[in-house]
């Protein structure tokens, strides 16, 4: 089953001084590895503003398989670009269908 255009919802657990949830919409799930997500508001980082961040799972041999069964994935994100291959690791939480 395909993540893409799913709502989702990432809570924050690092950094620890980070306010409020993030949404946004997958764009695309890529083989089960990582999830483009479309953020409904763009997040300043250290190197780039982007509404897009790349979410890959936290911990080895974890899918987001997870996710099509309404429980949580712990994840590392990720600001990126269309244009580049440029990234910005930014946090560390975990991700549900919202």
Same mark, same amino acid.
């Given at each position: 089953m395909?993540? #893409?255009? #799913?709502?989702?919802?990432?809570?924050?657990?690092?950094? %620890?001084? %980070?306010?409020g949830?993030?949404f946004?919409?997958?764009?695309?799930d890529?083989?089960?590895?990582?999830?483009?997500v479309e953020?409904?508001?763009?997040?300043?980082?250290k190197?780039? @503003?982007?509404?897009?961040?790349?979410?890959?799972?936290?911990?080895?041999?974890? @899918? $987001?398989?997870?996710? @099509? #069964?309404?429980?949580?994935?712990?994840?590392?994100?990720a600001?990126?670009?269309? &244009?580049?291959?440029? $990234?910005?690791?930014i946090?560390?939480?975990?991700?549900?269908? &919202?």
């Amino acid at each position: 089953m395909s993540l #893409q255009g #799913q709502t989702v919802r990432i809570i924050v657990s690092e950094p %620890w001084d %980070w306010e409020g949830n993030l949404f946004g919409t997958i764009l695309s799930d890529r083989g089960g590895q990582k999830l483009l997500v479309e953020l409904t508001k763009p997040i300043t980082g250290k190197k780039l @503003t982007s509404k897009l961040i790349e979410l890959t799972p936290r911990y080895e041999k974890t @899918t $987001f398989r997870p996710l @099509t #069964q309404n429980y949580s994935v712990t994840v590392g994100g990720a600001l990126v670009t269309k &244009d580049t291959d440029e $990234f910005d690791y930014i946090i560390i939480g975990s991700v549900t269908i &919202d």
